[in-house]
T-cell receptor, first 110, second 114 residues
Framework: QKEVEQNSGPLSVPEGAIASLNCTYSDRVSQSFFWYRQYSGKSPELIMSIYSNGDKEDGRFTAQLNKASQYVSLLIRDSQPSDSATYLC??????????FGTGTSLTVIP | DVKVTQSSRYLVKRTGEKVFLECVQD?????MFWYRQDPGLGLRLIYFSYDVKMKEKGDIPEGYSVSREKKERFSLILESASTNQTSMYLC?????????????FGPGTRLTVT
């Protein structure tokens, strides 16, 4: 079983819609969770981090964490064509090791 | 702003060559990481280091070695490059100290082994 699993997509949404990205993880002791955005040919850039159960909002982005279900999600409101990218879910376990999902490809259609 | 730089954006090497990939960070981070990224496989950890001269194997260390002689610099070495090491290599760094800190990535090196 992979440490972190994401649907690979591709996920397509129209401009202005809400994009919903999901991630599950296997290690119950995981403490920290991150969402990275990666444009084609570029390196990942951090967009959200979340450490506690519940929701965390930052502009158009909302991260949701449910540790009991081992589930993390990212909502992008008012999606823009510039949001088209691959979104990576990352989980930090003990010992400063990070595990990444394979990413979900998002396309926002103008 | 944290800045992580890598020595090359693109590199082409021949099978059997020794390859050095260098990574430098300017934020005095303790932890540094080397990943490779392949389509459908995501980011996979090769090695990481939590201090000068310290190193730990990641998930796929075979065929690689690392060196960390200075805090700001972490080198990845391919002792004898093979075609299956053609990939995007990403370096990252993060603070340590008991808290939780996000990783900052360098721009990546796309290595092609022919």
């Amino acid at each position: 079983q992979k440490e972190v699993e994401q649907n690979s997509g591709p996920l397509s949404v129209p401009e202005g819609a809400i994009a919903s990205l999901n991630c599950t993880y296997s290690d119950r002791v995981s403490q920290s969770f991150f969402w990275y955005r990666q444009y084609s040919g570029k390196s990942p850039e951090l967009i959200m981090s979340i450490y506690s159960n519940g929701d965390k909002e930052d502009g158009r982005f909302t991260a949701q964490l449910n540790k009991a279900s081992q589930y993390v999600s990212l909502l992008i409101r008012d999606s823009q064509p510039s949001d088209s990218a691959t979104y990576l879910c990352a989980v930090e376990n003990t010992g400063n090791q990070f595990y990444f999902g394979t990413g979900t490809s998002l396309t926002v259609i103008p | 702003d944290v800045k992580v730089t890598q020595s090359s954006r693109y590199l082409v090497k021949r099978t059997g060559e020794k390859v050095f990939l260098e990574c430098v960070q300017d934020m005095d981070h303790e932890n540094m990481f080397w990943y490779r990224q392949d389509p459908g496989l995501g980011l996979r950890l090769i090695y990481f280091s939590y201090d000068v001269k310290m190193k730990e194997k990641g998930d796929i260390p075979e065929g690689y070695s690392v060196s960390r002689e200075k805090k700001e610099r972490f080198s990845l070495i391919l002792e004898s490059a093979s075609t299956n090491q053609t990939s995007m290599y990403l370096c990252a760094s993060t603070e340590s100290g008991g808290g939780t800190y996000e990783q900052y990535f360098g721009p990546g090196t796309r290595l092609t082994v022919t």
